[in-house]
């Protein structure tokens, strides 16, 4: 049974930080390209941060040199990195793994940028 567990979401204030990790489990790890989406209300679910299994990195370009996404394949985790947070960032983060035809979504977690 394939699991993308995300937590680390929550209240910051604008110019904060907050990490996401999500963790996966039921998959080879390794060979899957993770991504970190978001979707605010009434908007559609949009890619924020991409790493492949090489380590290529790609960026929304809104979030370019806010975030970081990281990925360590010995503890099948990939991680978001987001600083100086904006209260346009305020969304549902989801992490998403995919390899050739097999793709697969966490549950989600809400992040909420405001003061």
């Known amino acids: 049974q394939v699991q993308l567990v995300e937590s680390g979401g929550g209240l910051a204030q604008p110019g904060g930080s907050l990490k996401l990790p999500c963790g996966a489990s039921?998959?080879?790890?390794?060979?899957?390209?993770m991504a970190w989406y978001r979707q605010a209300p009434g908007k559609e679910r949009v890619l924020v941060a991409r790493i492949t299994n090489g380590g290529t990195l790609s960026y929304l370009d809104s979030v370019k040199g806010r975030f970081t996404i990281s990925r360590d394949d010995a503890k099948n985790t990939v991680y978001l990195q987001m600083s100086s947070l904006k209260p346009e960032d305020t969304a549902v983060y989801y992490c998403?793994?995919?390899?050739?035809?097999?793709?697969?979504w966490g549950q989600g977690t809400q992040v909420t940028v405001s003061s």
């Open positions: 039921g998959i080879t790890f390794i060979l899957y390209d």
């Open positions: 998403n793994a995919d390899w050739r035809r097999y793709g697969y």
